[in-house]
């Protein structure tokens, strides 16, 4: 009987002392502990988590400034045309496991500006509503430098959203360069002949 009123007191000290640490320690405290993040049933680490937490500021609905969009209906069908065959293409060599064929297209802001640097880049699809803020703006005006300079032409024809299902993902792709055209050079050719009337 005594050893069990002995130990319930005990435990009660342990607790007052936690919560006082805890008030002059803001580091231990779990309160500010931020909640682990999940992405299905995997932990994502707390480096990564914490950039998703960051909140996001909503960009302006419609094109931004940069994007200057061709008043020409033909373009859209052709880009979506194209940029499907392509990516078919690319898909079918990579399950052949075929080493010797070409990649087809790159896609994102760091991998399209080098593929233009080196040459290799033809013609870019840049979605038109990009995220405001410092990085991006910096690499898609790269981008945008780099085409003008080297006389790649450039079209702004789509958001994120719909580049990324013009290419058959399911997420948003901000991007894509097309360094091969094989198998779609029809509208490859009419894109870029429209391109050099602009």
């Known amino acids: 009987e005594t050893k069990e009123a002995t130990e319930i007191p005990n435990r009660g000290d342990v607790k007052r002392k936690t919560e006082t640490e805890a008030e002059t320690n803001p580091k231990k405290a779990r309160t500010d502990d931020p909640e682990p993040m999940y992405s299905g049933d995997k932990l994502i680490p707390e480096r990564f988590a914490e950039a998703k937490r960051v909140p996001k500021i909503p960009s302006a609905p419609g094109p931004r400034e940069y ?5 020409d209906e033909r373009v859209r069908p052709l880009l979506s045309e194209m940029l499907g065959e392509l990516m078919r293409l690319q898909k079918r060599a990579a399950e052949e ?4 064929a070409k990649r ?3 896609l994102g802001l760091r991998e399209v500006a080098r593929g233009i640097r080196s040459h290799k880049v033809k013609m870019v699809v840049m979605a038109n509503n ?4 410092g990085a991006i703006d910096e690499k898609l005006q790269e981008i945008i430098d780099l085409a003008h300079n080297e006389g790649v032409p450039l079209f702004f024809e789509f958001t994120k959203r719909s580049l990324g299902k013009a290419v ?3 997420i948003k ?5 097309i360094q091969n055209a094989e198998g779609a050079h029809q509208p ?6 429209l391109a050099s009337k602009l």
């Open 97 to 100: 496991k075929n080493t010797k």
């Open 104 to 106: 087809r297209l790159v």
């Open 188 to 193: 490859f050719k009419k894109l870029n002949a």
């Open 173 to 177: 792709v901000a991007v894509v360069g």
């Open 67 to 71: 994007a200057k969009i061709v008043n």
């Open 168 to 170: 058959g993902k399911s």
């Open 130 to 133: 990009l995220d405001e803020y």
